[in-house]
């Protein structure tokens, strides 16, 4: 028995090695090849209220720190799924039921899959009624031969979320086929 149980415990890295990449996602994420097509509508700041027995949650995408005059395109992800994506300093919102939510910002790369995808999560708890924001802060700076990326995501006071919102273009996203 003492046996069988050493072989187990020696044997068990080996069948932790064999997770799908899918399975190694951060909280929040959907899948990894999933891509965004994102149009940005500037000059329109739509102001939503949360649906009956839901809450809104505006995802803001902010640039201001990506010294690059390509921007990026950030996924948001909730409970697992992709609900849209931004393009360089803008957002959208979307509803959510009550209750806890996992949320992923990942930034779209190329078609490349050698590249590692960068994710930032956070968590929360929804309340009928209630408007969340929360901020992507994309950084890119020159200090390396390819530029360094860093990408933090973080819930932002009310204030300054609608001050983003206000400041910033709407997106709207649909997904590649």
């Known amino acids: 028995m003492k046996a069988a149980l050493i072989l187990f415990l020696l044997a068990s890295p080996v069948f932790a090695q064999n997770k799908s990449k899918d399975s190694a996602a951060a909280p929040g994420c959907g899948a990894e090849e999933a891509r965004f097509n994102v149009k940005k509508v500037k000059g329109q700041h739509p102001i939503a209220q949360p649906d009956a027995g839901k809450a809104l949650v505006y995802f803001i995408e902010d640039d201001t720190d990506f010294d690059s005059i390509f921007k990026p395109t950030t996924r948001a992800g909730l409970d697992g799924a992709w609900v849209g994506a931004t393009h360089g300093n803008s957002y959208f919102y979307f509803s959510v039921a009550p209750g806890e939510h996992h949320l992923c910002a990942s930034k779209q ?69």
């Open 109 to 177: 790369w190329t078609d490349d899959p050698q590249q590692t995808p960068k994710r930032a999560v956070a968590h929360f708890t929804a309340e009928a009624g209630s408007v969340y924001y929360f901020r992507v802060k994309n950084r890119w700076h020159r200090d390396y031969a390819f530029g360094d990326y860093e990408i933090d995501f973080a819930p932002l006071d009310s204030d300054e979320g609608v001050l983003l919102a206000s400041t910033y273009s709407s997106a709207t996203s649909h997904l590649r086929k």
